[in-house]
């Protein structure tokens, strides 16, 4: 099975059999019952039960399941409720979930990782993958969130035991948690970005000098702590802004600028768009 889905990010968890996940580039890996991958977009990938089998079917951007030949599969390959495959009672089941829409806010996170990585059943040691089996195949009233909340502790769950193996190491604003006064900071500016900020204010905040916090800040994220805020509430602002009902003046009081003009001024000068053509475009 071809995935060229262009998905920012995708969990695939092993629930029975053993399949081989094959990147664009790089070698295949096997996942096994238990273990789960984590594929960063848009590059694509295959999983197959032997890495030299050639796909049969396509996932494309929307989910379209097609032959290489373009011949649409939905109907041949639909088993029930969110179960698609060539047989219901075959020997390999996997969970798949994907994040479709590129968060602004999330970029941090997809750049510090890598275009596969696999965690295995013993790392990952977690009920989440049983939950969300069972979860899957219902049609109950607010399923869709149980699912959505589901993928996204399986994903935290994995994504912790991958940073903390100690073969590798975690991105600084990851590493940066484990002290508790940037942790601190931290959770400041993320809980409360339209709060008034000043290193001053974070720091007395946290319990210390501003000399301190902006050393430590500084040192364990690698950005000083008011330069950190400003790309935060612009990567708030260019997801707020995706939201049906939103304007630049509300989203601007929302991430902490006191006009309009002073988020798009902002928001061109770095990300090089301004809000409402970037409203247009997504």
């Keep these: 099975m071809r995935i060229e889905d262009r998905a920012p990010l995708s ?89 479709q829409m590129p968060a602004a806010t999330s970029q941090r996170l997809l750049a510090a990782l890598p275009p596969m990585l696999v965690v295995p059943r013993e790392a990952v040691d977690s009920p989440l993958i049983a939950l969300l089996d069972d979860e899957i195949v219902k049609d109950e009233p607010g399923q869709e969130v149980v699912l959505d909340r589901l993928l996204d502790l399986l994903l935290i769950t994995v994504l912790r035991r991958w940073f903390a193996q100690s073969t590798r190491h975690g991105p600084a604003w990851y590493q940066a948690q484990s002290d508790p006064i940037v942790a601190r900071a931290l959770r400041l500016l993320h809980e409360a970005p339209a709060q008034p900020w000043t290193v001053a204010k974070l720091a007395e905040q946290a319990g210390v000098s501003r000399a301190t916090l902006a050393r430590r800040f500084t040192d364990l994220v690698g950005e000083p702590p008011m330069s950190y805020l400003a790309g935060w509430r612009l990567a708030l602002a260019a997801d707020l802004l995706r939201e049906p009902s939103a304007t630049v003046g509300s989203v601007a009081r929302k991430v902490g600028y006191g006009s309009s003009f002073a988020l798009s001024a902002a928001f061109k000068r770095v990300r090089g768009i301004a809000p409402r053509r970037h409203q247009q475009l997504t």
Aim: hydrophobic share 40%; glycine share 12%; charged share 15%.
């Design 11 to 99: 969990a695939v968890a092993a629930v029975q059999g053993t399949a081989w996940v094959v990147p664009m580039d790089g070698e295949p890996v096997a996942v096994a019952p238990g273990d789960v991958a984590i594929m960063r977009g848009p590059d694509p990938y295959t999983f197959a039960g032997d890495p030299a089998t050639a796909p049969q079917a396509v996932i494309h951007p929307g989910q379209r399941c097609t032959t290489p030949a373009g011949e649409d599969l939905h109907d041949a390959m639909m088993l029930g409720v969110r179960s698609w495959g060539n047989n219901r009672y075959g020997s390999t089941i996997f969970l798949v979930g994907t994040y």
